[in-house]
């Protein structure tokens, strides 16, 4: 799902719903598998996140997941707004 305003109202409200905060929050993204994506991905989250990439089978795309520690549904959010700056990224 591309990272859109429909898609971050829901999460907001979702994220508000359920859970304690703080918590540990995974994020789950496909991009097109380039080092430049990734750089941007990486300066979006903090150097304590600890990220998992895997490369599709031809080498086209890769997905991510990061854990972090957040403290609020709204800095979940925010993460999700800086990383809809990179082109074809998508949010799972």
């Known amino acids: 799902m591309a990272i859109d305003s429909d898609f971050l109202e829901r999460l907001g409200k979702q994220l508000g719903d359920h859970g304690h905060w703080p918590q540990v929050y995974m994020f789950k993204f496909i991009m097109p598998d380039n080092n430049r994506n990734y750089a941007i991905l990486r300066s979006i989250f903090s150097e304590l996140s600890k990220f998992t990439v895997r490369h599709s089978s031809k080498g086209k ?8 520690m957040m403290m609020d549904p709204a800095e979940v959010i925010e993460r999700y707004k800086k ?3 990179i082109e074809d990224i998508i949010a799972l």
Do not use: G
């Not at 795309?61 to 972090?68: A, F, K, L, P, Q």
């Open 61 to 68: 795309y890769m997905s991510v997941t990061i854990r972090e």
């Open 83 to 85: 990383a809809s700056i």
